[in-house]
């Protein structure tokens, strides 16, 4: 079974540009969230996407966002590129609630 | 305002021995709680996780422990190989109100020396 797929793995960017990520979820999978990893602050939460909704969102600001499409992948976006902005993004699906949620190897953005 | 907290940036263990990673968190609305393992380059792999209604969850050489009056999960590995060193963190999250987000600690570097 396959896992959580991301693509592209590495992007580098310079700053003002935008960027999109793309993530696949395991299949049959409708529930995928986005978490940004960085050194000093660990992963943090970015948005949730349940059946094309977004059902919850974390405290980035909006130059951050996302969407879902009806096979329940997920693309985020992010506009005028920060040098703080450089991190690991990561995705993660789940069957339902209580279930653990599954993470890809993320894309790794590097702001110049 | 840091609702789980991993203590420990960093543990070392002798192969054979036990691994002890703790978590605390500070949210009483959590009930239900992940440990997950992450190389670099990878993403975190899910290991293993425990329901609030619950104080012990065992599979294989990782049990998890759950104090909830003291707010605080342990991740126990008995016995530690050296294919474990990597970075452990603790998530926690609410059941209610149908969202799935996770709040993760910062991770605890395990290093298994042979």
């Known amino acids: 079974k396959a896992g959580v797929t991301q693509t592209p793995r590495y992007l580098i960017k310079t700053r003002g540009q935008q960027v999109t990520l793309s993530c696949s979820p395991i299949s049959g999978h409708r529930s995928v969230s986005w978490y940004q990893q960085t050194p000093g602050q660990g992963l943090q939460f970015l948005f949730e996407y349940f059946s094309e909704t977004q059902r919850n969102k974390g405290n980035f600001p909006g130059r951050f966002s996302g969407r879902q499409f009806s096979n329940s992948r997920s693309e985020m976006n992010v506009s005028t590129l920060e040098l703080g902005d450089s991190a690991l993004y990561l995705c993660a699906s789940s069957l339902d609630r209580n279930q653990p949620q599954h993470f890809g190897d993320g894309t790794r953005l590097s702001i110049l | 305002d840091q609702q789980v907290k991993q203590n420990s940036p960093s543990l070392s263990v002798q192969e054979g021995r036990i691994s002890i990673l703790n978590c605390d968190y500070t949210?009483?609305?959590?009930?239900?709680f992940l440990w997950y393992k992450k190389y670099p380059a990878e993403g975190p792999t899910f290991l293993i996780s425990i329901s609030s209604i619950k104080d012990k969850n065992e599979d294989g050489r990782f049990t998890v422990f759950l104090n909830k009056s003291a707010k605080h999960l342990s991740l126990h590995i008995v016995p530690s190989q050296p294919g474990d060193s990597a970075v452990y963190f603790c998530a926690a999250r609410s059941t209610q109100g149908g969202s799935e987000k996770l709040v993760f600690g910062k991770g605890t570097k395990l290093t298994v020396n042979p």
């Open positions: 949210n009483s609305m959590f009930d239900y």
